[in-house]
């Protein structure tokens, strides 16, 4: 039997896109690693699929699984990506979509140029909510603290948590062409600290408005963009007083615009490009 997709990227970030709706669909990690492959499957970094609904007053349901086969809660990229494929594909004719996700209901806006403008919800940046547990001479000041320090192949790293629906930690970078994104990435997303594994952002500020972003995913390793990591990066720098309201966020496969606090309030605004690759189909065995 053969399954439907779609193939889109949001910055490079790539998905297969599958309505769930209209055809019958069964994941299996085994199956979504193959289908993962770049050299034997249709290769991408998460699978995105669109369901019917289940709270009154939303329109879809948004499923997120990784690479490796396992579900997450939140990615920024893929639901701008959601959005134009919903709109695309005649599923709904609105601009304003309301999307049930595992981490809550978010708002996505279709804007006249063909970006697509995601209200990302609240960051979270109490421990317990990615959940992290700070080493124990911080556990008493977590809940107020805006920096930790942790023990990382041998040297200690100054970071920022939050959740953004997903957890992230924040590392400032002097240079992010020479970070050591690979080595400490992959030390962090596995460290006892964070029992979920994390997402950990590697960031360079430029100015109060601009920063440089490099992202090892949960799950998926460094990938071109991720939407909750710029999210993440940004509020985190906020939060130290170092960057402002508006800041635009330059990743390895281009720019987004994320916006919190001011006129925004409380809910964090990422705004940005998606973009059909191509259709397919594919064996579900």
Known sequence: MTIKFTKMQGLGNDFMVVDAIHQTVKFSPPLIQRWANRHFGIGFDQLLVVEQATPAGVDFRYRIFNADGSEVQQCGNGARC????VLDKGLTDKTEITVETASGVIVLYIEA????R????????KPQSLPFLPPLQ????AQQSTTYTLDVLGSSVTLGVVSMGNPHAVLAV??????QVPQLGAALESHDAFPERVNVGFVQTIDRNHIALRVYERGAAETLACGTGACAAMVVL???GVVDDSVTVSLPGGDLLIQWGGEMHDSVWMTGPAV???EGEISDE
Do not use: H, L
């Open 174 to 179: 002097e240079d992010i062409n020479t970070a």
């Open 118 to 125: 995601v209200n990302m919800g609240k960051p979270n940046f």
């Open 238 to 240: 906020n939060r130290w």
């Open 82 to 85: 959601f959005a134009r494929f």
């Open 113 to 116: 140029n063909g970006f697509v």
């Open 138 to 141: 911080q556990q008493i000041q």
């Open 276 to 278: 059909t690759v191509f």
